[in-house]
Nanobody, 124 residues
Framework: QVQLVESGGGLVQTGGSLRLSCAASGRTFSNYYMGWFRQAPGKEREFVAA????????NYADSVKGRFFISRDNAKNTVYLQMDSLKPEDTAVYYC?????????????????WGQGTQVTVSS
């Protein structure tokens, strides 16, 4: 199995930027498809972004497209989420997730491994 630890969350003003990191340990990181999800208070956990094993293909939720960018460095066993032009509605706990299988990247149920989450708060 793989262990995931997120970092980089914090408090930022509207229009600001943050970069989240998710460090993986355990099994071979490059074998895993990676995703970012978020959960706001009182809401379900929702898909944000996903990236294939090589990093050659990415997908985004419509709400973050053009503002958020997912990337990975397999040599460092880390996946990133660059978040620009942040809005108050981006406030949530952000989780990274990993899975060995491809397909249905937007479904949280397909990911077997999850980090503990990192809080992102965007003030208006």
């Amino acid at each position: 199995q793989v262990q995931l630890v997120e970092s980089g969350g914090g408090l930022v003003q509207t229009g600001g930027s943050l970069r989240l990191s998710c460090a993986a340990s355990g099994r071979t990181f490059s074998n895993y498809y990676m995703g970012w999800f978020r959960q706001a208070p009182g809401k379900e956990r929702e898909f944000v972004a996903a990236i294939t094993r090589s990093g050659g293909s990415t997908n985004y939720a419509d709400s973050v497209k053009g503002r958020f960018f997912i990337s990975r460095d397999n040599a460092k066993n880390t996946v990133y989420l660059q978040m620009d032009s942040l809005k108050p509605e981006d406030t949530a706990v952000y989780y990274c997730a990993a899975d060995l299988s491809s397909g249905s990247y937007y479904l949280r149920g397909r990911y077997d491994y999850w980090g503990q989450g990192t809080q992102v708060t965007v003030s208006s």
